[in-house]
T-cell receptor, first 113, second 111 residues
Framework: DGGITQSPKYLFRKEGQNVTLSCEQN?????MYWYRQDPGQGLRLIYY???????QKGDIAEGYSVSREKKESFPLTVTSAQKNPTAFYLC????????????FGNGTRLTVT | EDQVTQSPEALRLQEGESSSLNCSYT??????LFWYRQDPGKGPEFLFT???AGEEKEKERLKATLTKKESFLHITAPKPEDSATYLC????????????FGQGTTLQVKP
């Protein structure tokens, strides 16, 4: 079955450490996205990539970095510069075109103490 | 500024009690409005896309409608398994790579 796999489901890190969240898709989608979800807030866009080797900052990119070396993979690194990293992180993908929906993975819950 | 507001924040219904969720939006040129369902600890699951005012989509007990300023998600005779958070998002004509999400409505249906 095609889909988006995020790993791990839960991640715990000490403050000051960088951490990388994995996102893999086998939907053959060109575009991939990272969103952050906090309680009582809408999903907020961190980074997105519409083609391999190219990506753009979203609304809250500070303290995060990404790479897109393969069509299937879009890892997100949460750096020590991110002031409030504890959150639920969602990866999504979409095929190019007008109004096509995003398909989401099941998220990674990151806790930094 | 593009914005999406959902109401109410939370809704509690008895099984069989029909109701509607609201999604108000302001966007510079709507390319699409999307409804998602999200269960606790899971990613959002796509429900509907609406493209233009007057359009309606149905799936089981859910029906989504769209006007020029808002969308409604009507839930007819809900069951406990309809309990979830429902998210609304818009895709603006200019920023085609982005969806703008509302904060969601958490629905609880009691048996």
């Amino acid at each position: 079955d095609g889909g988006i796999t995020q790993s791990p489901k839960y991640l715990f890190r000490k403050e000051g450490q960088n951490v990388t969240l994995s996102c893999e898709q086998n939907l053959n989608h060109d575009a991939m996205y990272w969103y952050r979800q906090d309680p009582g807030q809408g999903l907020r866009l961190i980074y997105y990539s519409q083609i391999v080797n190219d990506f753009q900052k979203g609304d809250i990119a500070e303290g995060y970095s990404v790479s897109r070396e393969k069509k299937e993979s879009f890892p997100l690194t949460v750096t020590s510069a991110q002031k409030n990293p504890t959150a639920f992180y969602l990866c999504a993908s979409s095929a190019p075109g007008q109004g096509l929906p995003l398909h989401f993975g099941n998220g990674t819950r990151l806790t930094v103490t | 500024e593009d914005q999406v507001t959902q109401s109410p924040e939370a809704l509690r219904l008895q099984e069989g009690e029909s109701s509607s969720l609201n999604c108000s939006y302001t966007v510079s040129g709507l390319r699409g409005l999307f409804w998602y369902r999200q269960d606790p600890g899971k990613g959002p699951e796509f429900l509907f896309t609406l493209y233009s005012a007057g359009e309606e989509k149905e799936k089981e007990r859910l029906k989504a409608t769209l006007t020029k300023k808002e969308s409604f998600l009507h839930i007819t005779a809900p069951k406990p398994e309809d309990s979830a958070t429902y998210l609304c998002a818009v895709q603006a004509a200019i920023n085609t790579g982005k969806l703008i999400f509302g904060q969601g409505t958490t629905l609880q249906v009691k048996p």
